[in-house]
């Protein structure tokens, strides 16, 4: 029997700020939902209720036309409602095995009886993992969690999410750090799932995946739900209804700006132990775009530039004088910024706030002697949340609790603040919806306007035909096409991009 989840005018406020104002939505067995919104729009905090983590809502939650109390996330779970959150870290314990985590629950509730060792483990957590069709050996599954990258840790939640089959399953940005070929395993899942009764509420700011997966649309915006549409999707009306008519019409092509003077030279940078060597220029006056699949290379050339990773071969000039940064501090005193791929991991500190987060790696600039100008700092947050239309409560609000495109929003301009003379931006958009998308690609392009040098990295073809002037395809290491946007077409730079090295 196919089960039907139904939120009847939900509503949820944090202080004096209303963020779901009597909302209504079903999620039918058999069915994928897509919620569509901007940053801010409310769709985190309705995940939230329907996880447990906010039973004091107003409204109703019910399943199978049964009221229920969703008063903890174990609560939530033992009803059939399993939630897979798009921040990674929130789902993972390091410490344990793979194995013990994909386990993780069941042992806690003593499902597996007595645990003595992983071996015993091991048969019930291969089976687990080989849901989602992952082919992890026993060595793999005895590796400590917190070894994993991104990718494979999101994996591990899914499989996670589908030991025991759920009534709905809540996905959150799911193949915001995955190949394209995980992507297309995680869609032939949820296609089964779907098919096998499962409701899926499916949450993504990549369009051609819902236009993919989804067999309903659901547009929800300033915590009202705007519009919904079953298939075929009309886009503009979509994108209109979740953005406001005027911003639709703002979103147009740019145009393309070249870059005369060399600002930074590479030659020789080897990325791989199998890959070959190359020569590249970073231009002043044009954005930078590198595209590559997961595993092409492109964190590993931002973190060489940046000094966060140590380059084994080649050299590279500023200017024309020797570059040699150790460590991001020496990239950062030339005037060399980067916003990393792992926001949460690298760029912020849990319950420091906007302001703090703002002000960190330029806090010599804010301080009077030995004495932080607290006032300078909030002025700097100020002006953040004000030019990069960050939603949030002031310069004071944790900036763990904003949304992830203003989360985002807050790192980019953080370094635009400092003034780089380039600025390196790896995957700025990941988990980031249009509106926000839109306010960081103008930030980078006028940046690159102004005279200073812009490299955005991404693996989403969307996102660099937005952003960039020209585009370098990286495939295992090696740039396989280097040319500018318009001598070049979509078509040429996914065949590229799916080229063997």
Do not use: C
């Not at 058999?30 to 209720?49: D, Q, W």
């Amino acid at each position: 029997m196919q089960s039907t989840v139904e939120m009847k005018q939900i509503t949820m406020a944090f202080g004096a700020n209303l963020v779901l104002r009597g909302v209504d939505l079903d999620v039918s067995g058999g069915e994928v939902t897509a919620l569509l919104g901007a940053n801010g729009a409310g769709k985190s905090t309705l995940i939230k209720v329907l996880s447990g983590i906010y039973p004091n809502h107003g409204g109703s939650v019910s399943i199978d036309g049964s009221k229920v109390e969703l008063q903890t996330p174990a609560v939530a779970k033992k009803l059939g409602l399993q939630t897979v959150h798009q921040r990674i870290n929130e789902g993972v314990v390091p410490g344990l095995s793979v194995a013990e985590n994909l386990l993780f629950e069941k042992i806690t509730q003593n499902d597996m009886g007595r645990v003595g060792s992983i071996r015993q483990i091991m048969p019930k957590a291969k089976e687990v993992a080989a849901a989602l069709s992952l082919e992890w050996s026993e060595r793999f599954m005895r590796k400590d969690v917190y070894e994993l990258g991104i990718a494979d840790q999101q994996l591990l939640i899914l499989a996670r999410a589908l030991v025991d089959k759920p009534k709905l399953l809540i996905l959150d940005e799911p193949t915001s750090a995955l190949s394209a070929a995980e992507v297309d395993n995680l869609m032939r899942v949820i296609r089964e799932m779907r098919d096998s009764g499962v409701g899926i509420l499916y949450v993504s700011h990549r369009l051609s995946e819902i236009d993919s997966i989804a067999d309903k649309l659901v547009v929800l915006r300033d915590g009202v739900i705007r519009g919904e549409q079953t298939k075929p999707f009309e886009w503009s009306k979509a994108l209109g209804q979740m953005l406001g008519e005027e911003a639709v019409q703002d979103i147009q092509s740019n145009k393309e700006q070249r870059g005369e003077q060399t600002f930074l030279e590479i030659e020789n940078l080897k990325l791989f132990n199998r890959s070959k060597p190359f020569d590249l220029d970073i231009r002043t006056g044009e954005v930078t775009g590198v595209i590559g699949l997961l595993g092409s290379g492109k964190t590993e050339i931002a973190e060489s530039i940046f000094g966060a990773a140590k380059r084994k071969t080649g050299s590279m000039k500023i200017k024309g004088g020797q570059f040699r940064p150790r460590h991001p501090s020496d990239a950062i005193k030339q005037g060399v910024f980067m916003v990393p791929e792992d926001r949460a991991s690298s760029s912020m500190f849990p319950s420091w706030s906007i302001a703090r987060t703002a002000s960190l790696p330029f806090l010599g600039q804010l301080s009077n002697g030995l004495q932080l100008g607290f006032q300078a700092e909030k002025n700097r947050a100020k002006e953040i949340i004000e030019e990069l239309q960050v939603v949030a409560t002031g310069p004071e609000q944790e900036v763990d609790a904003l949304s992830g495109g203003n989360q985002q929003k807050v790192v980019v301009g953080r370094w635009l603040k400092g003034k780089p003379e380039m600025l390196i931006l790896d995957e700025p958009f990941r988990g980031v919806d249009i509106g926000a998308r839109r306010t960081i690609s103008v930030k980078s392009r006028a940046l690159a306007e102004s005279g200073s040098a812009v490299m955005v990295l991404t693996s989403e073809v969307d996102e660099l035909l937005e952003v960039a002037d020209r585009v370098i395809v990286l495939v295992d290491g090696e740039p396989k096409l280097d040319t500018y946007l318009s001598e070049t077409s979509r078509e040429e730079i996914v065949g590229k991009m799916s080229e063997v090295a």
